[in-house]
């Protein structure tokens, strides 16, 4: 992969696409979900890649640290290098053809990921907008292939995935589900953690979980509606 050399640039312009991952990037810092640039945040861009690049402190992240990939790795845009998790990203839009990725090192997420060996059961019927419960990816060193197939290998069927000993990553059919998904699993991450200093927290049963599902459906959550008059 020779994140040097250039391609053939995007047709359109991609300076909103870097600005909207800049923006992202910063939006979860200031919610606490990345510190520093333990974290990387991507997004598709017809054929091509924004994400953020390696060493990017996210708290202050600028669209001009955003870089432009293919879907193959090629910068095609942008003098930076991209995330060491550039696999990661691409392995997620290869093999998922989402429209955005995000990757935290969320701390009750994280501190969950360290002890949970299997999934982070669903207590609470928001979770199944993630897809139920999350499961855990096994620990792989980070930056690596096996880091990458391990962790889209844990997210099928998912929105999101806890990374063992790492952090999170979240898909979104855009950068804003991508975030929200990234919110979302750290409130449920923090439900568990609360629940389980009380006692053993009770998942949700499969009949359970597919009564809220038919009632979104009838009643249209979390969309809006129009008040009868």
């Excluded at 979980?209 to 249209?220: D, L, P, Y």
Aim: hydrophobic letters at 45%.
């Amino acid at each position: 992969m020779g994140y040097g050399w250039r391609v053939n640039a995007p047709s359109s312009s991609s300076a909103a696409v870097r600005e909207q991952v800049a923006a992202a990037s910063r939006k979860l810092a200031a919610a606490g979900l990345v510190i520093g640039s333990g974290g990387n945040v991507s997004a598709r861009h017809g054929e091509f890649v924004a994400v953020t690049a390696t060493g990017g402190e996210l708290e202050q992240l600028t669209a001009e640290e955003v870089t432009i990939v293919d879907l193959d790795g090629n910068v095609v845009e942008g003098d930076l290098a991209p995330t060491s998790e550039i696999e990661l990203h691409l392995g997620a839009y290869r093999r998922y053809d989402t429209g955005a990725v995000v990757h935290t090192h969320a701390p009750v997420a994280t501190a969950l990921a360290c002890v949970l060996e299997d999934e982070l059961p669903c207590v609470h019927y928001q979770m199944l907008m993630l897809g139920g419960a999350v499961p855990v990816a096994p620990y792989r060193t980070f930056g690596t292939p096996e880091l990458a197939e391990a962790t889209l290998d844990a997210l099928e069927g998912h929105m999101a995935v806890l990374m063992a000993n790492h952090g999170t990553l979240t898909l979104g059919n855009d950068l804003a589900q991508a975030v929200s998904n990234s919110l979302l699993l750290e409130w449920a991450a923090t439900v568990y953690w609360r629940a389980a200093s009380i006692g053993t927290p009770r998942a949700l049963t499969e009949e359970e979980r597919m009564a809220v599902i038919n009632a979104a459906v009838t009643r249209s959550y979390g969309t809006l509606q129009a008040a009868e008059q």
